[in-house]
Each structure stands twice: as structure tokens, then as C-alpha cells.
């Protein structure tokens, strides 16, 4: 059965640290990439960025920045086509660079 769950979001756990920055620049990236192609994004701005908050332990336990991307729906049939294309691969891929990029630059590790 496909359910209406759709759009690529960002992880992070509870509270700011450099996780949440590193979250912000993929989210930043997704809009960019997702939104000329016609998918979307979702976000939850409530405590002034856009990432959502739990306490994964996949983004608690680590000793450095770490968030969970959700990379579209695999239960949207509209997703799933986008994501088994080409042009969908690409996509997440280029999100994924661009945002990490943007992090890498904003700390000041790379120019």
C-alpha cells in the first residue's frame, strides 16, 4: 500500500551544536537541488533551524558533527520513481556533496 509521506528532510539530536550546522547545509543543498526538479523538502523551524530533533543514537553517540538524512519515502510511489531515476540518484548525491562542502568551508577546514 503507498502512503502520502513525502520530501527529504535532516536529522539532528536535541539542542545546537556543530551537527545542527552541518544539518542547515544540507538542508540549504536539498532546496537548491530538489526544489528546480520539482520534489520537495520538509523541515521543522521551531527552534530556529530547519532540522528535525530525537535522540537516534546514530547522531547522539558519535565524537563528531552527525546527522540522519531522510532521502525521500521508499512507501511514495512518486518518490520511489525519482529515486530509482538517474536524474534522482544524481540528486541525493549532489545534496550530499554540496552540503558537506558548505559545512567543510564554514568550519574553516578547507577554502
Given at each position: 500500500?503507498?502512503?502520502?509521506?513525502?520530501?527529504?528532510?535532516?536529522?539532528?539530536?536535541?539542542?545546537?551544536?556543530?551537527?545542527d550546522?552541518?544539518?542547515?547545509?544540507?538542508?540549504?543543498?536539498?532546496?537548491?537541488?530538489?526544489?528546480?526538479?520539482?520534489?520537495?523538502?520538509?523541515?521543522?523551524?521551531?527552534?530556529?533551524?530547519?532540522?528535525?530533533?530525537?535522540?537516534?543514537?546514530?547522531?547522539?553517540?558519535p565524537?563528531?558533527?552527525?546527522?540522519?538524512?531522510?532521502?525521500?519515502?521508499?512507501?511514495?510511489?512518486?518518490?520511489?520513481?525519482?529515486?530509482?531515476?538517474?536524474?534522482?540518484?544524481?540528486?541525493?548525491?549532489?545534496?550530499?556533496?554540496?552540503?558537506?562542502?558548505?559545512?567543510?568551508?564554514?568550519?574553516?577546514?578547507?577554502?
Amino acid at each position: 500500500v503507498w502512503k502520502d509521506a513525502y520530501g527529504w528532510s535532516v536529522w539532528t539530536t536535541p539542542g545546537q551544536n556543530n551537527s545542527d550546522r552541518l544539518a542547515q547545509c544540507l538542508y540549504v543543498a536539498a532546496r537548491e537541488v530538489l526544489l528546480p526538479l520539482g520534489q520537495t523538502t520538509r523541515h521543522d523551524p521551531r527552534d530556529g533551524d530547519d532540522d528535525y530533533e530525537d535522540n537516534f543514537a546514530m547522531c547522539r553517540m558519535p565524537n563528531c558533527p552527525a546527522v540522519l538524512t531522510e532521502n525521500m519515502f521508499q512507501d511514495c510511489i512518486k518518490e520511489v520513481k525519482f529515486l530509482l531515476s538517474e536524474e534522482g540518484k544524481q540528486a541525493i548525491v549532489e545534496i550530499h556533496r554540496r552540503g558537506i562542502n558548505a559545512f567543510c568551508k564554514e568550519m574553516g577546514w578547507i577554502s
